[in-house]
């Protein structure tokens, strides 16, 4: 596990230019309180922002966001990928968070890990909140993908390429991804990361795994959807990414609030247990000797 190299993904962002996001959700603090629990993780090689980074892609939302997000990368000495949503504006996007023109080119980069690629595209249409590639994207995300990457590539956009179990969601997720599809296909993709969905799931689009990973903001509530209704719930996340020279794997890391658990047994111990003593009368007494939840 040497070579592995860990992304922590914060999607759905939702930043308001001012205030509380529907009156109620303070988006900028969900993320402060997320980057204060990665802080205290083994140190990620990259954090990882796909998408609806603003709420309404107002210049302001920008500029409160960048000091927390930059001032986490210089003091952590972590790497940052923005990326926009739907909910983004390019213009404001790109000068606000990229140091770019403030004009309406994409915003696809490139950010290596060691010998990790991670391709960041921009999948925000101009014309609506669907997304989608365009051929010349395409075409240069082709000519990247035949130079070598020793660790493979991870592909990082918002608009997830698979449905999900929402119908109003499924109306503008990425449009037509047969082509973006076709490009990875056997070019060392291990995985594709997005957001948009307010909910996480996975799925596989050709035979490369699709991580979709929930909000920081707030929640889309699956339970009513089959009831035909949008929801949107409180509730924060993130995810963690790790990718092995076998592959990868994500986790979804809810945000809870307060430090409960209803048991915390060292490491060291479950291994003995493990190796030692396998049976169920031991691991009942590593449960009674750890430590008390609250
Ligand atoms: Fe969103
Ligand atoms: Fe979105």
């Avoid at 010998?115 to 997304?131: F, K, M, Y």
């Avoid at 909910?199 to 707030?218: D, F, K, M, N």
């Avoid at 430090?259 to 030692?276: A, S, V």
Wanted: some cysteine; glycine content about 10%; proline content about 6%.
């Amino acid at each position: 596990m040497s070579d592995t190299k860990v992304i922590i993904q914060l999607s759905d962002l939702h930043i308001a230019s001012s205030g509380n996001l529907h009156d109620t959700i303070d988006s900028l603090d969900n993320v402060s309180q997320i980057l204060e629990v990665i802080e205290g993780l083994a140190t990620p090689d990259l954090v990882l922002l796909t998408g609806d980074l603003a709420d309404e892609g107002h210049p302001d939302s920008y500029k409160r966001l960048r000091p927390v997000i930059d001032g986490f990368s210089k003091k952590t000495g972590i790497p940052v990928m923005y990326l926009p949503g739907n909910h983004d504006k390019r213009p404001a996007f790109r000068f606000n968070l990229l140091d770019l023109d403030e004009d309406e080119q994409n915003t696809d980069q490139i950010l290596w890990c060691g010998g990790l690629r991670v391709i960041g595209l921009d999948s925000t249409a101009l014309d609506g909140p669907h997304g989608e590639f365009d051929d010349a994207q395409l075409d240069w995300l082709d000519a990247e993908l035949n130079k070598p990457a020793p660790l493979g590539t991870i592909i990082a956009f918002h608009h997830p390429p698979i449905p999900g179990p929402i119908d109003a969601i499924n109306l503008i997720i990425l449009r037509n991804p047969e082509r973006f599809s076709k490009i990875i296909e056997g070019r060392g993709v291990k995985m594709i990361l997005a957001g948009h969905t307010h909910h996480a799931s996975a799925g596989i689009l050709g035979t490369v795994p699709v991580w979709v990973a929930t909000a920081t903001a707030y929640q889309i509530d699956v339970r009513a959807s089959d009831s035909g209704f949008l929801r949107g719930i409180p509730g924060s996340g993130f995810s963690r990414i790790d990718v092995t020279n076998e592959g990868a794997f994500a986790t979804h890391i809810q945000m809870l609030p307060g430090d409960q658990h209803l048991y915390n047994i060292d490491l060291e111990q479950m291994k003995r247990y493990f190796t030692e003593k396998a049976s169920a009368g031991a691991m009942e007494e590593a449960f009674a000797h750890s430590s008390a939840g609250e």
